[in-house]
C-alpha cells in the first residue's frame, strides 16, 4: 500500500535552514506529484508548494518563493524540502502528501506522518 | 488568490445533522473542486469528501459535500453524528497554481 515516511523532529536556530525528507513506497513514484503542508502549533494547514516526481519540477506558494526548494531522488523515491532563513515563525508540523490520482489537481490522498520543525534560539 | 473562510467551530450532540461551510472570496466556486479533510488531534489530515461531493472508500456515507453557487461556497454535512467524529475540518481548493485550505472548522460532538 502507499506509504509517505517523513523525517525524524529538527531544532533549528533562526536564520538556518532545515532539509525534510519524505520516503515513498508503495507505488510508482515518477507518476504522482507531492505536496508540502504545514501547520503551526493551534494553527491551520498551510499549502506550500508541489513537486513533479517525474521531471523534478516545483512550484511553491508566493509566502516561499526563494527559500523554498523542493527535490526528489528516483533511486529512493524519496523527496526534500529545504526552507531557509528560518525564523520562529516557521514552527509548525510539515507533512508530505501524495495526490490521489495522476492529474496534479487532484486531491491530497495519502500523508506522511509529518516532522515537528522547532526554530528557537 | 483567493481565501476560503470557514466558521472557526460548530457543535451539536450526537445523533444530529451539522453543516460546514466554506466560502470562495472570489472567483467561481464551481471552477475547481473543492476537498474536504478531517484531522483528528495529533494525527495527519485524511480525505471524506473529494471533487465536491465524492466520498472516498472507507468514509460513510454520513459525510456529503455540495456546492452553491449562488453563495460561492461549499459545504459538509455530517448526519447522524457520532462521538468520533469530532475533528477539525478543513476545505480545500485550487485555482491558477495555488493550493487554498480554508482557516480549519472544529466540530464538537457533545
Not at chain 1, 508548494?49 to 516545483?58: E, K, L, Q, V
Not at chain 2, 457543535?11 to 472570489?26: A, D, L, Q
Not at chain 2, 454520513?62 to 462521538?83: C, K, Q
Amino acid at each position: 500500500q502507499v506509504h509517505l515516511a517523513q523525517s525524524g523532529p529538527e531544532v533549528q536556530k533562526p536564520g538556518a535552514s532545515v532539509t525534510l525528507s519524505c520516503k515513498t513506497s508503495g507505488y510508482t513514484f515518477p507518476n504522482y506529484y507531492i505536496h508540502w503542508v504545514r501547520q503551526a502549533p493551534g494553527q491551520g494547514l498551510e499549502w506550500m508548494g508541489i513537486i513533479n516526481s517525474g521531471s523534478g519540477g516545483t512550484h511553491s506558494a508566493q509566502k516561499f518563493q526563494g527559500r523554498l526548494t523542493m527535490t526528489r531522488d528516483t533511486s529512493t523515491s524519496t523527496v526534500f524540502m529545504e526552507l531557509s532563513r528560518l525564523t520562529s515563525e516557521d514552527t509548525a508540523v510539515y507533512y508530505c502528501a501524495r495526490v490521489a490520482g495522476t492529474s496534479i489537481t487532484t486531491h491530497l490522498r495519502h500523508w506522511g506522518q509529518g516532522t515537528l520543525v522547532t526554530v528557537s534560539s | 488568490n483567493f481565501m476560503l473562510t470557514q466558521p472557526h467551530s460548530v457543535s451539536e450532540p450526537p445523533g444530529k445533522t451539522v453543516t460546514i461551510s466554506c466560502t470562495r472570496s472570489s472567483g467561481n466556486i464551481a471552477s475547481n473542486y473543492v476537498q474536504w479533510y478531517q484531522q483528528r488531534p495529533g494525527s495527519a489530515p485524511t480525505i471524506v469528501i473529494y471533487e465536491d461531493n465524492e466520498r472516498p472508500s472507507g468514509v460513510p456515507d454520513r459525510f456529503s459535500g455540495s456546492i452553491d453557487r449562488s453563495s460561492n461556497s461549499a459545504s459538509l454535512t455530517i448526519s447522524g453524528l457520532l462521538t468520533e467524529d469530532e475533528a477539525d475540518y478543513y476545505c480545500q481548493s485550487y485555482d491558477s497554481s495555488s493550493w487554498v485550505f480554508g482557516g480549519g472548522t472544529k466540530l464538537t460532538v457533545l
